[in-house]
């Protein structure tokens, strides 16, 4: 997930056009893409990505690495949790799977427990839902040089403290920062 340096997901208004994306960071896009097989997302996350990446793989002025993305978003299945969508829609080069309207604990350790590949979670809503339950088996903050100063947070309504270990880190040339977390389990 991407972040500024002060913990926003997004600034005002849904921005993310401070998001440092370059070659290098697209090919690190890629490799997670090829190691996750399921997408948990929240409405606007979901919305965000459809509107995007469908058209994206078809576009002749798309990048060769953004095809790429848009090839493994399409192809990878997807839950989308909303309380207000009635359906998702699927085209052609966009699978949606399925709608979700109650976030049920037992399904998500259900599904991660079933063999496969990384489980990945977008939008901080769900997010900090799945911390709430200690559904989130590590992060990973991809921290952009910028500090926006106001925005969504990423753990937007959390209560309480969480501790992380820091299990590695990757430096981008672009001046981005790619940290991985395991929460700590308080016993």
């Known amino acids: 997930m991407s972040l500024s340096i002060d913990g926003y997901f997004e600034g005002p208004d849904y921005d993310i056009s401070w998001h440092k994306v370059d070659e290098e960071f697209n090919k690190f896009a890629i490799e997670q893409l090829r190691e996750t097989d399921l997408f948990l997302w929240g409405r606007r996350t979901y919305q965000l990505m459809e ?6 793989a078809e576009d002749p002025s798309t990048s060769r690495d953004d095809r790429e993305i848009a090839r493994l978003m399409n192809g990878t299945e997807k839950l989308v949790f909303s309380r207000t969508l009635d359906k998702v829609g699927e085209t052609r080069n966009w699978k949606s799977g399925r709608l979700v309207h109650e976030f049920d604990p037992r399904e998500i350790r259900r599904l991660k427990e079933r063999p496969g590949k990384d489980i990945g ?10 911390v709430r339950e200690g559904l989130i088996d590590e992060f990973r903050f991809m921290i952009n040089p910028v500090a926006l100063g106001e925005g969504t947070p990423i753990f937007r309504g959390m209560k309480g403290r969480m501790s992380l270990e820091l299990v590695k880190t990757r430096k981008f040339d672009s001046g981005n920062v790619l940290l991985y977390y395991k929460p700590v389990r308080q016993s």
């Open 121 to 130: 979670v977008g939008g901080p809503d769900l997010a900090s839902s799945f």
């Open 51 to 56: 509107a995007y990446w469908p058209k994206a």
